[in-house]
């Protein structure tokens, strides 16, 4: 049982987590806030005290309590740039199945699979659109849809790329079973297996197991944790392999969060296009951005090239839609065939429903709802970091987005730690995933975890992350 200094203290910390006290802002004064909540003014003072000793608040003895800044742990160390070290066919995937059913059991905290919480998502809006299709088309839930998806999903996407400078045609948009699948179909279109494609490193492991499944070699380049693929690496890697395909998470990339300057890109595009070499762009978080207008996609900056635009509305709208799309005109025809023969047709309900939300200006209304509050967990679960892990630790500084990407001291094994997470009923990703030689043991971002942070922001996450933190310790004390 606790106090209730204790009980006030844990509200107080939990409004503070959520925002709600901004860092710098002055709390409400001992005697108002004893009347307001019928406590005694000590009660309200042992709470502040608390908090104050938690690292919370800090005591101006004239004016009251305000909350202080938060501490944030130190950024990654930077990468060396180097070259590449030479392409690898991708194994052993098998954990991150382990990850996504830990994603769908409640019983886990959800660290791990970058799943928005149903918190974050606009739950009672799809509901509606849901039902609204349900009852005024039941005859189109009776079919197949087009394999090239519902024409009021692709009209509402390819109005909305355009407002974002990439003037598509909509009947070169191609709706699939979430960006996975559209992945799936743009190396299908443009490799055969034992090519060389290049990709991220740290990569989203969503990509090696694309690329463990269509039997590819991956060509894993250092990438830098603000700018994400560097072109002067690229053109390394072109000029000494013979790659096939290139596949990059320009915007708030997952892990790292990093965003590839409009520069960057254009010269990326550039070398490609000079070798012949099709990007393929992944531009899940793309709406995810935490401050300014959304980043322009490779897609919009060179529409002539040979792209791949593949986005989702997984972590915007809702994972089990599984409704994402691939835009790349000069190979519409055979995606759409690919498409076909590998499942015929993506189901119309979540199609025309998602299509309603567009419409309406809700999906519109929804990210400016949503985008900062995964700033604020991304900054909440940072913070919470930099207080309780051990020294030494570093994480990314997304600026999209809703994952962090954990250093953690060189001695501790992030795969060990995410097992006995498990055991604690915490799943995190262990960094070793996201490399392509990547399973238990291997060196690849050994002493590295990714955390989801669109989870709910409560004294269950607090205590999930002094978890993670203890087994960190722990190691280290061994
Ligand atoms: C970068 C990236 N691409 C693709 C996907 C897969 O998305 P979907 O659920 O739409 O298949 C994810 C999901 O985590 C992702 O993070």
Redesign the pocket.
């Known amino acids: 049982m606790s106090f209730r200094y204790q009980q006030l203290a844990a509200e107080l910390q939990q409004q503070i987590e959520q925002g709600q006290y901004g860092c710098g802002e002055r709390l409400p004064g001992v005697r108002e806030l004893a009347k307001r909540r019928a406590l005694s003014v000590s009660t309200v003072v042992a709470s502040y005290r608390r908090l104050e000793a938690d690292g919370y608040l800090q005591a101006n003895s004239r004016s009251g309590y305000f909350v202080k800044p938060r501490y944030q742990p130190p950024p990654l160390s930077s990468v060396p740039l180097q070259q590449a070290a030479e392409p690898v066919i991708v194994c052993s995937q098998q954990i991150a199945l382990s990850l996504s059913k830990a994603a769908a059991d409640p019983a886990y905290m959800r660290l791990g699979?970058?799943v928005p919480a149903a918190v974050y998502l606009p739950q009672h809006a799809l509901q509606k659109a849901l039902q609204q299709v349900i009852k005024t088309e039941p005859a189109r839930l009776m079919r197949y849809e087009a394999s090239r998806g519902a024409v009021e999903l692709r009209r509402e996407i390819a109005r909305r790329m355009a407002l974002h400078g990439a003037v598509v045609s909509q009947d070169d948009v191609i709706i699939t079973?979430?960006?996975?699948?559209a992945?799936m179909l743009s190396l299908k279109a443009v490799t055969q297996p034992g090519d060389v494609v290049v990709i991220e490193s740290p990569a989203?492991y969503?990509?090696l197991q694309a690329l463990e499944a269509a039997g590819l070699k991956a060509l894993a380049l250092p990438t830098d944790a603000q700018t994400g693929m560097a072109p002067d690496v690229l053109q390394q890697a072109l000029e000494q392999w013979p790659v096939k395909a290139c596949v990059l998470?320009a915007n708030y990339?997952?892990p790292l969060g990093s965003l590839i300057p409009d520069g960057n890109k254009k010269r990326i595009v550039q070398l490609l296009a000079q070798r012949g070499i099709p990007l393929i762009e992944?531009d899940?978080?793309g709406d995810l951005g935490f401050t300014g207008p959304r980043p322009g996609s490779c897609l919009a900056l060179a529409p002539q090239q040979d792209i791949f635009y593949c986005s989702?509305f997984?972590?915007t709208l809702s994972?089990d839609l599984?409704l994402?799309w691939v835009i790349a005109p000069k190979h519409t025809a055979k995606i759409e065939y690919l498409k076909f023969i590998s499942n015929i047709s993506t189901a119309a309900l979540p199609q025309l429903a998602v299509a309603k939300l567009l419409q309406s200006g809700q999906y519109e209304r929804h990210l400016r709802q949503v985008r900062p509050q995964y700033e604020a967990a991304v900054q909440r679960i940072s913070g919470s970091i930099g207080r309780l892990f051990p020294p030494g630790t570093r994480v990314s500084q997304p600026q999209g987005g809703f994952v962090l990407w954990v250093e953690l001291p060189q001695d501790v094994d992030g795969y060990e730690l995410a097992q006995q997470a498990l055991a604690e009923k915490i799943s995190i990703a262990p960094g070793t995933i996201f490399s392509p030689t990547a399973p238990a043991g291997s060196a690849g971002y050994r002493n590295f975890i990714r955390l989801n942070c669109a989870v709910a922001q409560d004294a269950r996450l607090e205590r999930a992350l002094q978890t993670l933190a203890q087994l960190c310790q722990q190691q280290l004390n061994r």
Do not use: H, V
């Not at 079973?177 to 699948?181: A, L, P, S, T, W």
């Open positions: 699979a970058a079973n979430g960006c996975q699948e992945l989203f969503g990509l998470i990339s997952n992944d899940t978080y989702t997984s972590k994972p599984r994402g």
